[in-house]
């Protein structure tokens, strides 16, 4: 099992924000399902897992569910390829869920970083909540490549732990990574000081399905300030937000939410 790829915004999380209205579709470093590598995914068919994520910032909780699944098999010019379904909207809201169906090639494992998704994927549609089922561009999943945010020396590994989730209790590979930066930038006579420090722990165990994800945590600190203080320009204390990811369902026997048009 493979997790040195760190944060990877890819599967769920890209096709279900490449799925999403425009507006939302521009915003695709908003990571939806975090922790998960699309190179360790482990093509099942029928095999199924169900998120909740949890997004906290700003006094502000939000939840949605992500429900991903492999639910085909299909033989390609380039090979075996699976028929990937994500499903992602609020908890509690059937209406506003939207969906997304690709075809990733079984070569999506050996993706380097850099590749881009959509060579990967030679078929791909979208729904938008209770809407029609309609055909994607697989190129506008081109900007969405593995995102590794540093190297396999800079995370601390715990080979076994334990994690109590709402689908069971797994033995899980532990790996943390904590990153802090400062960039100062001069305008005229002041100097802008911003520094972010970004808190991942993700925990994975081969007896989840599909990417082997059990739980994530994301927890990013933001704050700036100007030297000398600048009147009308407020010092930012820090902001803090977290984001969890936990398995909450598994199984299999999984079939298509949805018919290719």
Same mark, same amino acid.
Request: hydrophobic share 40%; glycine share 8%.
């Given at each position: ?35 998960? %590598? ?11 897992? /169900?998120?909740? +994520? @949890?997004?906290? *910032?700003?006094? &502000? ?78 190129? %506008? ?11 396999? /020396?800079?995370? +601390? @590994?715990?080979? *076994?732990?334990? &994690? ?93 939410l949805v018919s290719s048009p």
């Open positions: 099992m493979r997790t040195s790829a760190g944060v990877v915004a890819l599967a769920a999380s890209a096709l279900v924000a490449s799925a999403a209205t425009p507006a939302r579709a521009a915003d695709v470093g908003s990571v939806l399902l975090p922790g998960i %590598d699309i190179r360790d995914i482990d093509f099942q068919v029928g095999a199924w897992c /169900r998120y909740v +994520v @949890v997004d906290e *910032a700003m006094d &502000v909780v939000d939840s949605t569910t992500v429900y991903i699944a492999v639910v085909g098999k299909e033989e390609t010019p380039r090979g075996p390829a699976y028929w990937l379904e994500i499903e992602s909207g609020p908890a509690g809201s059937a209406a506003d869920r939207d969906l997304a169906r690709a075809l990733v090639d079984e070569g999506v494992r050996s993706m380097a970083e850099g590749d881009s998704l959509y060579r990967f994927v030679s078929q791909y549609y979208i729904r938008r909540g209770r809407g029609p089922v309609e055909p994607g561009d697989v190129h %506008d999943l081109k900007r969405l490549t593995i995102v590794s945010p540093t190297s396999d /020396r800079d995370w +601390v @590994v715990q080979p *076994a732990t334990t &994690v109590s989730t709402p689908a069971g209790e797994f033995a899980c590979e532990s790996r943390r990574f904590e990153k802090t930066e400062s960039n100062e930038t001069l305008s005229g006579r002041v100097k802008i000081i911003q520094r972010r420090t970004d808190r991942v722990e993700v925990w994975t165990s081969n007896a989840v399905p599909v990417f082997h994800l059990a739980r994530c945590v994301v927890e990013r600190e933001r704050e700036s300030k100007t030297m000398p203080a600048v009147r009308g320009i407020p010092a930012s204390g820090p902001r803090r937000s977290r984001t969890t990811s936990v398995v909450v369902a598994f199984g299999k026997g999984a079939k298509s």
